[in-house]
């Protein structure tokens, strides 16, 4: 499949990892927007949040898990915010469900 995020969990594309198990993998984001800035994507593919079902929720629950877990092991506790773009409105360019972790600076506030 041709997709970017695929083929780094495919290991064909390098990254730099921080969390990795069987369902879900987390890696810095090539272009950091913040001091902090990791990617939590769910090692089978799906497009975006307007994927997620009753049947693959489990593994967005999952994820929720590891990025608390991240952001403590990264030291955000000053906070940090999780982020999702979906579809072309919201700027989304990889087309494989994401969640940034942004964090370890005073984030702007404006979200338009
Ligand atoms: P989005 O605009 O929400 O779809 O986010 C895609 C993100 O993927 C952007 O922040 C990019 O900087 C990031 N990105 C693109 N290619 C790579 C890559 N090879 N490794 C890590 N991050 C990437
Ligand atoms: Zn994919």
Redesign the pocket.
Known sequence: MDC??CK?VAGQ????KVYEDDQVLA???????APT?I?VIPKAHMASVAEVSPENSGVVAHIFEVIAQIAKAEGLENGYRV???CGDD??????HL?F?ILGGKRLALEMA
């Open positions: 970017l995020f780094i594309i390098p990254s730099t890696f810095r984001d090539i272009a950091p927007q800035h990617l982020v999702s773009n919201a700027g989304q360019t990889v087309h994401h940034h």
